[in-house]
């Protein structure tokens, strides 16, 4: 995009506030990370600059969870205006009554890191030991902890369209998906 996604207007607004908007009635803490701390300071809310920086997305993972302060940590990313609070209430459910470490969706398309719910206390440590044995890549530490995937037709339950993976990476994309908002807002009146 050329630009720093989570500030892109979308119907009227930044994009990062729509998704805080859809999340914030799910959650009880709220951490925006950010290497552009200045930028984003007019949400108000706790802001983290990267604690390894020049680590990619792995990275970025690695310092929300360590910001957290809860058991439980839902990561959506910045772009994703569709994002689920409903699918993320399952995902949390599913660790809450069970074992695992990593509730994620399966999209279909493969794995969603970035609209996941992850247990601090035992992805953390996974995730450091992957960046510090120099592997970067999102779920190069997957294989150290009990994950447990949603599939596409459990999926279906929380989101029936399965838009909210939907990211915005192109100017085309980021109209498409404000005509979609705007298709649904109005179909929901």
């Given at each position: ?93 599913l660790l809450s009554s069970g074992t695992a470490d990593l509730a994620i ?85």
């Amino acid at each position: 995009m050329g630009q720093d996604k989570g500030l892109l207007p979308f119907l009227g607004q930044p994009l990062i506030q729509r998704v805080i908007a859809r999340l914030a009635p799910l959650a009880d803490e709220l951490i925006v990370t950010t290497n552009h701390k200045q930028a984003y300071q007019f949400l108000g809310l706790p802001l983290v600059s990267d604690t390894l920086p020049g680590r990619g997305a792995l990275g970025g993972l690695y310092t929300a969870l360590r910001a957290a302060n809860h058991a439980l940590v839902a990561v959506v990313a910045c772009d994703m205006p569709f994002a689920s609070p409903t699918l993320l209430a399952a995902l949390r459910d599913l660790l809450s009554s069970g074992t695992a470490d990593l509730a994620i969706p399966n999209s279909g398309g493969g794995q969603e890191p970035f609209h996941a719910v992850y247990r601090r206390q035992t992805c953390l440590p996974a995730i450091e030991a992957a960046l510090m044995a120099d592997l970067w890549r999102v779920d190069a530490w997957f294989a150290q902890v009990k994950v447990v995937a949603m599939q596409p037709p459990a999926i279906l339950r929380y989101d029936p369209q399965m838009i909210c993976f939907r990211n915005v990476n192109t100017p085309e994309e980021l109209s498409e998906a404000e005509r979609l908002a705007t298709a649904l807002e109005y179909q929901s009146e």
